[in-house]
């Protein structure tokens, strides 16, 4: 379970079968608004989130106890999406500054950002998928139909609907 206080400081706790509940454990500060999280190819829970600086940040969670927070990006508008994938890689998508949809690959062992695409468009809303060990992210806005797109091929291709 993991939750955030007023503070901007995340808490996980997690449920054992054979003895309840765990304490709560403090993790990382200075969240502002939401967070994400997703399993890792590691079975570690992986959270991301933008700090109050408005930079976006990820740490490791193993078992109940933090491991660590690295800087995705210097500079997030928007919360953060975040999909796990296959062969030790989480991507994380986001909003830039500017608005501009970006997605960054991490590598779970090294536990660094190993690529970073900008995919040059804006969009109200979108979202993250990792399906066959490949991302796929999806834009849409009320006037448009989904696109997606692919970073192996680095091109947008409009789905029907």
């Not at 007023?6 to 200075?30: D, K, V, Y």
């Not at 502002?32 to 992986?46: E, I, L, W």
């Amino acid at each position: 379970m993991l939750a955030a206080d007023e503070e901007g400081l995340l808490w996980s706790r997690r449920w054992r079968p054979a003895s309840g509940w765990e304490e709560w454990s403090a993790g990382p500060a200075e969240v502002s608004g939401d967070f994400v999280a997703a399993c890792g190819t590691d079975q570690r829970v992986y959270v991301a989130w933008r700090d109050r600086s408005g930079q976006l940040r990820l740490a490791r969670l193993n078992g109940n106890r933090w491991e660590g927070t690295a800087l995705i990006a210097k500079e997030a508008s928007a919360a953060p999406r975040l999909a796990a994938a296959v062969n030790g890689r989480l991507y994380i998508s986001y909003a830039d500054g500017d608005g501009v949809i970006r997605l960054a690959e991490f590598l779970e062992e090294r536990q660094e950002v190993s690529a970073q695409w900008n995919t040059e468009r804006a969009a109200p809303d979108f979202t993250l998928a990792a399906a066959g060990g490949a991302p796929w992210l999806l834009v849409w806005s009320p006037d448009e139909p989904v696109s997606a797109y692919r970073p192996a091929t680095g091109k947008w291709q409009l789905l029907d609907p």
